[in-house]
């Protein structure tokens, strides 16, 4: 199985190293647009094999998508990250036309790929690569609640002071400090409802900081995070290449899920070897009802900058 990654940056060579050492793919390709970049972080990865005891091979590449042919899966990671105070909308100028001419070269060489997005503002890149390619809706992915996921179970699991894997949760909406919708009311315990250990303040605390998590990380780094992003896109690549129909919150395309149209905004997914198998429309309350509709609101409103920005 064969995975290319564009953009050998933080995301994109965390993701490459992740994939590697788990084995999830025979091949990974990197490619970036900066000389040699590429192929410097392929071969540094790939001098881990004998030390963590991996067989996929990593080649870098430097802007050459011939070498990307026949990929199973391509994650897109190019662009540019936010800084300490922006916000990730902000980066839609500079990383729409990116995101645009990146998918163009990637269908050229790999027509019946998987598109993963990750790049910024992600469900409204999402979008422009489901629109600007006419790509089957469930062959775009866009990568983002599963990352919010699992912010939102480590703020829980510390919360907690118990492991955050016997914690479950997932947030959707879209991808945004103030768009994406921790669900609290659902999180459990080892399947008990987290609410018979944590009070409702600690709950909205663990919310709100699931929700600025990618911000307090900036803050601290000077950059966006990479390890938990990489580690998340590895995760649902894995889901694909082997058809583990994991259930996975991820921005789609919406046809009347959710009450929404026309957006890709994050909802829980079964991902398996066809991309996106299904869309689980689950019951919301009133109150998580109104908060998908204003998330929605929001990201429409960015998918409405792009008619300027790439106009
Ligand atoms: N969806 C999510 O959950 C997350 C999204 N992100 C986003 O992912 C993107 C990448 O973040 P980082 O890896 O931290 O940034 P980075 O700056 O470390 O890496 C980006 C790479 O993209 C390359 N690039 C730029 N234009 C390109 C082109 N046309 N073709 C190929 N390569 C190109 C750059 O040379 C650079 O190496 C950002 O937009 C960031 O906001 C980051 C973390 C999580
Ligand atoms: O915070 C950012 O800009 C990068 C990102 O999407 C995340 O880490 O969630």
Redesign the pocket.
């Known amino acids: 199985m064969k995975v290319t990654i564009v953009g050998a940056g933080n995301v994109g060579a965390t993701c490459a190293d992740v994939i590697s050492y788990r084995g999830i793919a025979s091949e990974v390709v990197l490619l970036d647009i900066k000389e040699g970049f590429a192929e410097g972080k392929a071969l540094d990865i790939m001098q881990c094999a004998t030390d963590t005891g991996f067989n996929t091979r990593v080649i870098g590449v430097t802007n050459d998508y011939s070498k990307t042919a026949n990929s199973d899966v391509v994650v897109v990671t190019s662009g540019i ?2 800084k300490p105070g922006m916000t ?1 909308e902000e980066l839609i100028g500079i990383n729409a036309g990116i995101v645009k001419s990146v998918v163009e070269n990637i269908l050229k060489y790999s027509p019946d790929t998987i598109i993963v997005m990750v790049s ?1 503002p ?1 469900d409204t890149m999402t979008y422009l690569a489901l629109k600007s390619t006419g790509l089957p809706k469930n062959r775009i992915i866009g990568m ?1 609640g599963i ?2 996921s699992s912010r939102f179970r480590t703020y829980l699991s510390l919360a907690l002071d118990k492991p955050a894997n016997d914690v479950s949760g997932m947030v959707i909406g879209g ?1 945004g400090d103030t768009t994406m919708i921790p669900l609290t009311r659902l999180a459990s315990y080892n399947g008990i409802p987290v609410s018979q250990f944590l009070s409702e303040e600690v709950l909205q605390k663990v919310a709100a900081d699931t929700m600025v ?3 307090t ?2 803050g601290l780094l000077g950059t ?2 990479w390890y ?2 990489g580690a998340s896109v590895a995760f649902l690549v894995d889901s694909i290449l082997n058809d583990q129909k994991r259930m996975i919150a991820c921005s789609v395309y919406v046809e009347g899920e959710y009450g929404q149209s026309d957006i890709c905004i994050g909802v829980p997914c079964i991902i398996g070897k066809n991309g996106v198998e299904e869309i689980l429309d689950i019951q919301l309350n009133d109150k998580e009802k109104a908060l998908f509709a204003k998330s929605a609101d929001a990201v429409r409103a960015m998918n409405d900058a792009l008619k300027t920005i790439l106009a």
Request: charged share 15%; no cysteine; hydrophobic share 35%.
């Open positions: 990250p936010r990730r910024n992600m983002g990352l919010d991808h998590g990618g911000a990380l900036t966006s995070a938990a992003p």
